[in-house]
């Protein structure tokens, strides 16, 4: 099972910039996609986007998308998730989680199998 480590968190006024990492070690060529998820207080945990780690092909939830960016470097096994224009209703705790089954980018938490420990991003107004 891959251990997945998130950098990169903090506090950041509106319309700020921040650079979230997520480090897999253990990964395994059963690993097929990435995913960020973020989860505010009182509210659900929801996918922010995703990559594949073959194609590199994204997804992008539609409250991010244009805003944030999805990247990854499988030399250093690391994905990362650039997120520009941050607005307060981005304040969350943010999460990447590694899938090892094949379908569509836009799946939900049940479809991840490895999760880190979670980054707090806070954007004040």
């Known amino acids: 099972q891959e251990q997945l480590v998130e950098s990169g968190g903090g506090l950041v006024q509106a319309g700020g910039s921040l650079r979230l990492s997520c480090a897999a070690s253990?990964?395994?060529?059963?690993?097929?996609?990435m995913g960020w998820f973020r989860q505010a207080p009182g509210k659900e945990r929801e996918l922010v986007g995703a990559?594949?780690?073959?194609?590199?092909?994204?997804y992008y939830a539609d409250p991010v998308k244009g805003r944030f960016t999805i990247s990854k470097d499988n030399v250093k096994n690391t994905v990362y998730l650039q997120m520009n224009s941050l607005k307060p209703e981005d304040t969350a705790v943010y999460s990447c989680?590694?899938?090892?089954?094949?379908?569509?980018?836009?799946?939900?938490?049940?479809?991840?199998?490895?999760w880190g420990q979670g980054t707090q991003v806070t954007v004040s107004s």
């Open positions: 989680a590694a899938s090892n089954t094949y379908g569509t980018l836009w799946r939900g938490p049940p479809a991840y199998d490895s």
């Open positions: 253990g990964r395994t060529f059963s690993s097929y996609a």
């Open positions: 990559i594949r780690w073959s194609s590199g092909s994204t």
